[in-house]
């Protein structure tokens, strides 16, 4: 059996846990922070507080130790909220193999340096002299419906192709199909992205603005997402793919969306510290992606309105309608942008 350690016990970071659980192929150390978790999946086989519902298999153990949950680990999945991501590594640092395959499973930008999860795992290692093989996981998933074995596919990315393949062939299950790529710039920002775009399209909704609306910003949320992966060193093709288009309509249409949900109840007029402190602990990776996504494009010379209006609502006090009438009331433009003359 392979041993396999995730870091992280919120809702996907359980799902994750359950898929290869249930396989009877692995052994799985969930790392949790909050004793409760650890405590719920013990006595329960449930994490209650998270993933309520979901049975966790036998094969799965937590702990709130470094060295027990990477002991012997084959495979890590990192899957805590971004902005804990460096931190983290940090401390997991020393129980790390120099052969483990990690596998960012967080969807998210690192607010102080505008870096990818992937690019923030390979410093730490680098600054703590570690041999690191670093992979991305991405694409249109709820953690329920893993977590209850619905038909789910995802892409996993990295430019080790022997990682890519062994992530796939351990992970995959006739409810959990796993595809590789190579563009780890792509399926990374397209996972991240795509939650300032599910705001967007939940203000819609809050606003009652009609499916019409909800449909044009996913199409130009698309657009500005690959303009700037593209920008970033990304390939246009990802971004319609799985972890581009395909979690973009997700996120920006399913009522289980926390990011889509934090837009709806900004569209109907409740204050963003209040949403917040609804979700009890649970996050919407947008809400801070926001921030270094406005930082990011103004660095590569990108042009991002939509989510300028989303960072303008969260964090400068706009109103939501006045954001959506400035994003219709633009200078009108090309669909596509002009072909380079050669």
Request: glycine content about 10%.
């Amino acid at each position: 059996m392979s041993k396999i350690a995730i870091i992280g016990a919120g809702a996907w970071g359980t799902a994750i846990a359950i898929v290869l659980g249930r396989s009877r192929r692995h052994e799985v150390k969930v790392w949790a922070y909050e004793k409760e978790v650890r405590d719920s999946i013990k006595s329960t086989r449930t994490n209650s507080v998270f993933l309520p519902g979901q049975q966790i298999p036998n094969s799965v153990q937590s702990t709130g130790d470094f060295a027990e949950a990477l002991s012997g680990a084959e495979i890590v999945v990192s899957a805590m909220p971004s902005q804990h991501c460096r931190r983290l590594f940090q401390q997991m640092a020393p129980h790390l193999r120099s052969d483990t395959l990690v596998v960012s499973a967080t969807k998210g930008l690192e607010q102080t340096t505008l870096l990818r999860m992937s690019e923030v795992i390979c410093q730490v290692a680098s600054e703590k002299q570690i041999s690191c093989r670093v992979g991305a996981m991405s694409g249109p998933t709820f953690a329920a419906e893993v977590a209850r074995g619905d038909p789910t596919a995802i892409t996993v990315a990295s430019k080790d192709s022997e990682l890519a393949t062994v992530v796939q062939r351990e992970f995959s299950d006739p409810a959990f199909r796993v595809y590789t790529n190579e563009d780890v710039v792509g399926v990374e920002l397209g996972g991240s992205l795509k939650n300032i775009i599910a705001i967007a399209a939940g203000v819609c909704h809050g606003l009652d603005l009609g499916h019409n609306s909800v449909a044009a910003l996913i199409t130009r949320g698309l657009t500005e997402i690959t303009r700037l992966s593209v920008a970033c060193g990304g390939r246009a093709e990802t971004l319609s793919g799985l972890a581009g288009l395909g979690d973009l309509v997700l996120t920006c249409t399913g009522a289980l969306s926390r990011n889509r949900s934090v837009g709806v109840e900004l569209g109907r007029g409740r204050k963003l510290p209040e949403i917040v402190e609804a979700m009890h602990g649970m996050v919407a990776e947008g809400i801070f992606t926001t921030n270094a996504a406005v930082q990011l494009a103004k660095a590569r010379g990108v042009e991002m309105p939509i989510t300028e209006q989303m960072h303008a609502v969260l964090n400068e006090g706009k109103s939501p309608r006045d954001a959506i009438q400035a994003l219709m009331t633009r200078t009108s433009k090309r669909e596509t942008d002009q072909p380079k003359s050669s």
